[in-house]
C-alpha cells in the first residue's frame, strides 16, 4: 500500500541501527532536477524502487505490520484516519481502505483497492490502487516482503510507488516537503515493526 507520507525526494542511504535490528534503504531516482520539473508540472508520474533490509525479523512478521492497514493512524505521521471497507472472506486482510493525510493546511482522503497476497510461506505481496479519481491520475503502491536470501531470519523488501496528483499545487508541495514525510513514515514503519517482533506491541 501505498501511502502520501512515503513520497519520496531522497537520495542516497538511510541507515538505523537499534539493539540486533538494521533498517537500511537504498533509493533509486531518476535525475532529481527533472524529476522536480516534471513533478511540479504535472506532466509525468512519479516513480521509485525502495528496497530495504530488517535484520532480525522474519517476512511474516512484516506483512502482519503492514497489511493492518487499519492501525497505521495510530503511528505513522500525518495519517489522521485509517479504515478498511472491505475484507477478503478468506484470509481477512483487507480488500479495500481509505487514509486520511492531513499536512499543515491540507487534509485529504483517499480509497485504494488493496490486494494481499502470499505467494509462498517467505514471499508476501500487497497492492494498493487508488480508486479516488478526484485526487489522483493514478496512484499505485506495491510492496514485496520476501526472506533475505543471505541473512536467514531476516526481510528484504521492495516498495515500488507510481502517482500524479491531479493538482499542480499538490504535485509541487510533494516535491518540496517529501524528503522529510518519508524518513518520519520509514522511521514509524522500522519502529512499529520491531516492538511487535519483541512483543511490546500486539498485532
Known amino acids: 500500500m501505498s501511502l502520501p507520507s512515503l513520497l519520496l525526494r531522497q537520495h542516497g542511504r538511510l541507515s538505523i541501527l537499534g539493539r540486533r535490528h538494521i533498517w537500511s534503504t537504498q533509493l533509486f531516482k531518476t535525475n532529481r532536477n527533472e524529476e522536480d520539473d516534471a ?27 503492514v497489511s493492518q492497514i487499519h492501525r497505521y493512524e495510530e503511528y505513522i505521521p500525518y495519517c489522521k484516519e485509517s479504515v478498511v471497507h472491505e475484507r477478503d472472506t478468506k484470509t481477512n486482510w483487507p480488500s479495500m481502505a481509505s487514509l486520511r493525510i492531513g499536512f499543515r493546511q491540507y487534509d485529504e482522503t483517499f480509497i ?13 505481496m500487497i497492492i494498493a490502487d487508488s480508486v479516488s479519481n478526484h485526487l489522483f491520475n493514478g496512484f499505485k503502491c506495491q510492496w514485496d516482503i520476501t526472506s533475505h536470501p543471505h541473512r536467514p531470519g531476516s526481510t528484504q523488501i521492495k516498495l515500488s510507488l507510481k502517482f500524479q496528483f491531479k493538482s499542480a499545487l499538490y504535485n509541487g508541495v510533494a516535491s518540496i516537503f517529501a524528503r522529510g ?14 516492538q511487535c517482533e519483541r512483543g511490546e506491541i500486539e498485532l
Do not use: W
Not at 181 to 194: D, E, Y
Open 181 to 194: 514525510l518519508t524518513t518520519l513514515a520509514l522511521n514509524s514503519f522500522h519502529k512499529r515493526i520491531i
Open 39 to 65: 513533478l511540479r508540472s504535472g506532466t509525468r508520474d512519479m516513480t521509485y524502487t525502495l528496497c530495504k533490509t530488517i535484520n532480525g525479523v522474519p517476512p511474516q512478521r512484516t506483512f502482519d505490520v
Open 112 to 124: 485504494c483497492k488493496v490486494t494481499c497476497d502470499k505467494k509462498h510461506t517467505d514471499h508476501f
